[in-house]
């Protein structure tokens, strides 16, 4: 017969701690002093991937409104700012230190990983399932799924009704029999809108490429449509003039914004307080001027 040792149940939190973390997808708390230890080490390392006019790779070096955003940042804390560049595949991971696979709104820890940086900002989308793996920021940026169609596709873009539920249903009413790119375990992951249950054919892009591919496939015919972000789709409006359409949303609002890991608590609410800051000035609105001057226009709530 084992006997229990002195101290009773109380010995058996940290493995109950850990179970939890591995079934739930909760990484085990991390240390206090993330702030401390950046203004220590002297840089912010901002993890980012090019994407539309969030991030972008110059000849005279990157630019776009997360790099000026996380610049301006790193100078409020007195530290050197760093681009450390990344893949939809490893941001994650590169962030938190774990290897992760949602599960509907839940994630499951599939391993460790180097940490490569303090803070996500790339025209990141909030998902109920990241939310259980990293913290969010206040919202930086509106956004939402849309659906972009070659322009000779064989689908119509739909009447906006005001009603985005009644929308969505018109989008997906036309899906069927087309081909839609969509990126797994992303924003764009076509289980999270029931894509396949429109008769649309699901076409998985490559997890190792940029996002920003996704339009110039869809207008080299490589498939009919692509689910795209909407602050992406109005970029893409002016990229590629007269070869895209925009057919309609196929998610509600959303909501973009920086990432950060859950060990960094004082780090997170010290970039809420500079952004309040940040927006009271007029400084982030003549970012948004930029690189986005439609969004003022399709977003008047969030930008008033």
Known sequence: MLKRKTGGPLLWLPMVALVL???????????????????AKGVLRHLAIP?????????????????????????????????VRTDWKNIIPDLTGKI????????????????RGDVIATGFTVLPWRKKIMDFSEATFPSGVWLVAESEAPISPISPTGDILNDIREVKGRMKGISVLTLKNSCLDA???????????VRMFPEDRDLEEMIPSV????????LIDAPVALAGL???????????????AQE?????????????????EFFTEFKKSG??????????PSAVIFYPDFFK
């Open 21 to 39: 973390s591995v079934c739930w997808g909760i990484p085990p708390r991390a240390s206090a002093g993330d702030l401390e230890t950046i203004r």
């Open 283 to 292: 400084r982030y609105r003549a970012l948004v001027d930029r690189y986005y």
């Open 100 to 115: 992760v696979t949602p599960r509907g709104e839940a994630v499951v820890i599939e391993g460790d990983a180097p940490v």
């Open 219 to 226: 207008v080299a015919q490589m498939a009919d449509a692509t």
């Open 238 to 252: 002016s990229t590629w003039p007269g070869k895209i359409k925009i057919i309609g949303p196929v998610s509600e």
């Open 191 to 201: 289980e999270l809108y029931g894509i396949a249950e429109t008769g649309a054919g």
């Open 51 to 83: 994407y539309a006019n969030f991030v972008r790779e110059t000849g005279r070096g990157p630019d776009g409104l997360d790099v000026e955003l996380m610049q301006a940042f790193s100078a409020h804390l007195g530290v050197a700012y760093e681009l």
């Open 256 to 272: 973009m914004a920086a990432a950060f890991p859950k060990g960094s608590p004082r780090l997170r609410r010290a970039f809420d």
